[in-house]
């Protein structure tokens, strides 16, 4: 009976986490007349319709683009600025407490509100020409990402023993190539949740994306799903697609590293 409960508890749960994403797709499936009709378990003669105009008359495809290149350079670039900074605070002893405050500098600008930082950040890309660019907020999101990337290595790298470090260098191993070649695998757990964590920041921000671009040809998907809401209506059929199409990156991302994202690749290496 116990087995039975938990169970049936685990579905219930389940079925509660999936129903808001099922209802958006049978919702991205009908038509206007449908959607305004009531709620439906399953869409009545369902149609692409939706999908069309998102793509035809929306620019989703642009909008869709954006996200993509704009979160995956970024990120990218923060994993290889960041990772490094965090093994050195990781792993060696800085004067004067430079590495605590270096810590605490890295986390005050994940702490810092983006309404403060949009029109310091706006100021600046004016100037260099950068609005409504992918380039600028490739900038911007590397700068917010890299401190972030550099607060959570700098734990994982932590816990890794430093023997295993220490073999490698015997062996003829450099400080380079022993971090690259035996530190960064072991921290692959690591890794992969700190690239999690920042495409979703990434690919949901919406404030700095909407204060930076105005035109589809650099707007991201959600300032992108903004303009299917009007002044008279709100396009529910095409925004419902929208949320359908907006997900499938994150979850083909999420689904290709999860393998990766469970902790404890290092147990047992030093006995």
């Given amino acids: 009976m116990g087995r039975f409960l938990k169970g049936l508890a685990l579905v219930v749960i389940v079925i509660c986490c999936l129903l808001p994403f099922w ?13 305004f009709a009531g709620p439906a378990a399953w869409p ?36 290889l600025i960041g990772t490094p900074a965090a093994y050195a605070l990781a792993r060696f002893d800085l004067p004067g407490r430079l590495g605590s405050v270096g810590l ?13 930082l949009v029109v310091p950040f ?25 401190s972030f990337v550099i607060w959570m290595m700098q734990s994982f790298l932590a816990e890794i023993p ?9 062996d003829g191993d450099s400080r380079w190539s022993a971090m690259w070649r035996i530190i960064l695998p072991l921290a692959g757990p690591g890794l992969a949740a700190t690239a999690i964590f920042a495409v979703i920041a990434t690919y949901n921000d919406f404030l700095i994306a909407l204060t930076m671009t105005s035109t589809p040809k650099s707007q991201t998907v959600p300032v992108g799903i ?8 709100v396009e529910w059929g095409p925004m419902a697609a929208a949320g359908v199409i907006g997900a499938v990156p994150i979850i083909i991302f999420a689904t290709i590293v999860q393998r990766h994202f469970v902790r404890g690749m290092t147990m047992g290496a030093v006995k």
Avoid: C
């Fill in 226 to 233: 903004s303009t299917l809401i009007g002044k008279i209506q």
């Fill in 162 to 170: 430093k023997e295993i470090e220490e073999a490698a260098l015997v």
């Fill in 122 to 146: 706006y100021i600046a890309l004016g100037r260099f020409g950068l609005l409504n660019n992918r380039l600028g907020l490739i900038i911007i999101y590397t700068g917010i990402n890299t």
């Fill in 104 to 116: 605490m500098s890295a986390l005050f600008v994940r702490m810092v509100p983006a309404i403060l």
């Fill in 44 to 79: 009545t003669n369902p149609t692409t319709e939706n999908y069309q105009a998102l793509f035809g008359q929306y620019h989703m495809g642009s909008f869709l683009i954006n996200s993509l290149v704009v979160v995956s350079v970024s990120v990218i670039i923060s994993l």
């Fill in 23 to 35: 209802w958006l797709f049978v919702v991205s499936l009908r038509h206007r007349v449908d959607i």
